[in-house]
């Protein structure tokens, strides 16, 4: 699948506002983040509890709280690292909140445990001290044998209908041997989606998709997954995504409407993305749901999935699906345009490793560092030059979609102004300066695709996407 497509219009949005020179690209692939916090072991999981605190989750077995401002509490929330078995894509993985937190304060976590078993547990946080849980609490609702010490899957989430939302990988090695991803009497390899507030642990919901079907696992929510690295639900929509990691060729996200009634095969190990795997006893392609964004293996190797940004309705982000690679450090959204899935590479920071975004309450994103230890936080960008002090308005229009670009400013000291244009590989197609208040220029001859325009007065200046057909 390819990450640029064909719009009908060009349309500009303003993506940077940073430094000039021949590293534009560089700037825009790195700032879109901030540091909110530091000091962190381990972070694969981070999320919230219906308040202004961040939990995040550290893989050897803590679970660490956050204030709004990024200070780290001293004292873990959770310690249950006594019970967790820690190592490789092991340890304590997940961690959810129940909707009615603030009043019956359950939570539920997703560990590896003796025997190399998943465990889903619940547990209550203290009755005195709201930055405690109390570890004594713990109430299994499933463990689940993992063959192999890899593919865990390991997150777990609460939808808007209420139930409890499990990821497994399916099993570990390589290839999925036991091809338990395609095996309905198998919990791995699936989505599962249970009831915690009836039945004892748990109950089934009866609209799942096997519901009281004999010789399959009535948990089953969606199947056919290899190792679902972070699902999250979209907070306006209720649509699902799941990153799902790929074995030696693809990485693949895949999306699944709120309107659906579960059942989706995602393909593996009969397929690795869009290409075929191991197709020996499969179905015909039809029979699958193939993911809306897959990216082959180079410097990229592991997805990580993330969420919709739903936190500011006016940043050119908003709607769009966030994910990362673990290799690269390379952070894209994923968007609909004109009917196309759209991907756009938002930035990238190596030396992190990242391993899990999150939301806080009011729909803010956060991305979590697991080599670094550092959670960063997503921005807007959408700063404009005119708000800096002393720095001239900038507006970049395109008049009457005939393929001209127009800069006008209300600079009037003949100070110059340096252009820049990249495509989407950060390749220079355009540069010009001139000292005029308006300047435009010619993009007909450009390939349609996805740029950067860079826009420099005065040593500052903003960098704007634009989109050709």
Known sequence: MKTLHKILTVSLLLLYTGTAGCKEMQAIDTTGLVVFATGLTAPVSITHAGDSRLFVVDQHGLVMLLDSDGNVNSVPFLDIANRVVYGG????????????????????????????????????????????????????????????????????????????YIGLGDGGSGGDPGNRAQNLMLL?????????????????????????????????????????????????????????????????????????????NYGWRCYEANAAYNTEGC??????????????????????????????????FYGHYFFADYCSGKIW?????????????????????????????????????????????????????????????????????????????????????YLNLFDAMGIKRFSSNTRASNYEFDISSLSGGIYFLSVSIDGKSQVHKLIKN
């Open 333 to 417: 959204t994923l968007h609909k345009v004109s009917g196309n899935w759209v991907a756009e590479t938002f930035g990238q920071l190596t030396g992190n490793n990242f391993s899990a975004f999150g939301e806080d309450m009011a729909g803010r994103l956060y991305v979590a560092g697991l080599t670094s230890g550092k959670i960063y936080r997503v921005t807007d960008n959408v700063t404009t030059l005119n708000e800096k002090a002393g720095s001239p308005a900038v507006k970049v229009i395109n008049p009457g979609g005939y393929g001209k670009i127009r800069i006008e400013t209300d600079r009037n000291n003949g100070t110059g102004m």
């Open 188 to 264: 791995l390899g699936k989505m599962l989606r249970i009831d915690v507030d009836n039945g004892t642990p748990y109950s089934i919901p009866e609209t799942n998709p096997f519901y009281a079907s004999l010789g399959m696992r009535n948990e089953i929510w969606a199947y056919g997954l290899r190792n679902p690295w972070r699902f999250s639900f979209d907070r306006l929509t209720g649509d699902l995504w799941i990153a799902d990691v790929g074995q030696t060729a693809y990485e693949e996200i895949n999306f699944q409407p709120a309107a659906s009634t579960g059942g989706e």
């Open 89 to 164: 894509e092991r340890g304590l993985l997940g961690i959810a909140f129940h909707p009615n937190y603030k009043t019956n304060g359950y939570f539920y976590v997703n560990y590896v445990g003796k025997g190399d078993s998943t465990h889903i547990s619940r547990f209550s946080v203290n009755t005195t001290n709201p930055d405690r849980a109390d570890p004594a609490s713990e109430l299994n609702l499933l463990t689940i044998y993992q063959p192999f010490s890899n593919h865990n899957g390991g997150d777990l989430c609460f939808g808007p209908d209420g139930y409890l």
């Open 283 to 316: 179905n015909a392609p039809s029979s699958y749901t193939f993911p809306v964004y897959a990216y082959p293996h180079g410097p990229e190797c592991s997805t990580t999935g993330g969420y919709v940004y739903r936190y500011s309705a006016s940043s050119p």
